[in-house]
């Protein structure tokens, strides 16, 4: 057994994986140490109720992490979208309705997790 420690949230976990590419049980943070992270800015971690929409299709989820170009969300199941796709993005709570196109997308044990980088210029729902 390996012990990691997430840099995102900073608890630590065990797992047997040989590698460190897999998601944090905690905060859902994917960590890659073979690759450069791809959003700049600061990400404001936080955990809110989201929809995406992808034509007339509403898919609640959760954010796992919201920033100035993006944010990161995670689900139970499969997402209905796939990389490349371009989807818009409400956060009621964050007042946040923007059109953003999936950068990457994972599913790890019955829980899907996605990229999204926004496309336009940012207003308020």
């Known amino acids: 057994m390996n012990r990691l420690n997430c840099p995102k949230c900073e608890n630590s976990f065990f797992t047997a994986a040989r590698n460190s590419n897999l998601p944090c049980p905690h905060c859902g943070f994917v ?6 992270d791809r959003r700049y800015g600061n990400r404001q971690l936080t955990q809110k109720t989201a929809n ?3 034509g007339e299709v509403k898919v609640p989820v959760k954010t796992v992490d919201v920033s100035e170009t993006g ?3 995670k689900m139970m199941g499969y997402l209905p979208f796939d990389q490349d796709e371009t989807v818009s ?3 009621q709570e964050l ?5 953003a196109r999936v950068v990457w997308t994972k599913k790890f044990y019955g ?6 980088r926004f496309e336009d210029k940012a207003h308020v729902a």
């Open 71 to 73: 944010l990161g969300i």
């Open 95 to 99: 007042e946040i309705e923007r059109l």
């Open 111 to 116: 829980i899907s997790r996605a990229g999204l």
């Open 89 to 91: 993005v409400y956060i």
């Open 52 to 54: 995406i929409l992808k």
């Open 31 to 36: 960590m890659k140490s073979h690759e450069p």
